[in-house]
Nanobody, 124 residues
């Protein structure tokens, strides 16, 4: 059984930083070919933030480019999201997810397994 557990969320002031982690377990290696971070703010639809392929190739949504960095440690089965220069509009529940399909094919869709989320709150 595949399990994804996020951690590292919290409350910070604008301009601050947070590092999210997603510990993955279960399943076979191909399930983790593409892993992504998503977020959902109250009253808004869930949006893709960043995705990373098993070889380290990354994709970012425009609003976080230059501020967020996605990475993964395949040996530890852990996904990370380093968030710098945080803005109030980054406030959301952040989720990690994984899928077999290459990240470059519809990067924000078709994710199969999801974590429970970790809350990030950025105050002005």
């Amino acid at each position: 059984q595949v399990q994804l557990v996020e951690s590292g969320g919290g409350s910070v002031q604008a301009g601050g930083s947070l590092r999210l982690s997603c510990a993955a377990s279960g399943g076979t290696a191909n399930i983790y070919y593409c892993m992504g971070w998503f977020r959902q703010a109250p009253g808004k639809e869930r949006e893709g933030v960043a995705a990373i392929r098993s070889d380290g190739t990354t994709i970012y949504t425009d609003s976080v480019k230059g501020r967020f960095t996605i990475s993964r440690d395949n040996g530890k089965n852990t996904l990370y999201l380093q968030m710098n220069s945080l803005k109030p509009e980054d406030t959301a529940m952040y989720y990690c997810a994984t899928r077999r399909l290459d990240c470059y094919y519809a990067p924000w869709g078709n994710y199969v397994y999801w974590g429970q989320g970790t809350q990030v709150t950025v105050s002005s």
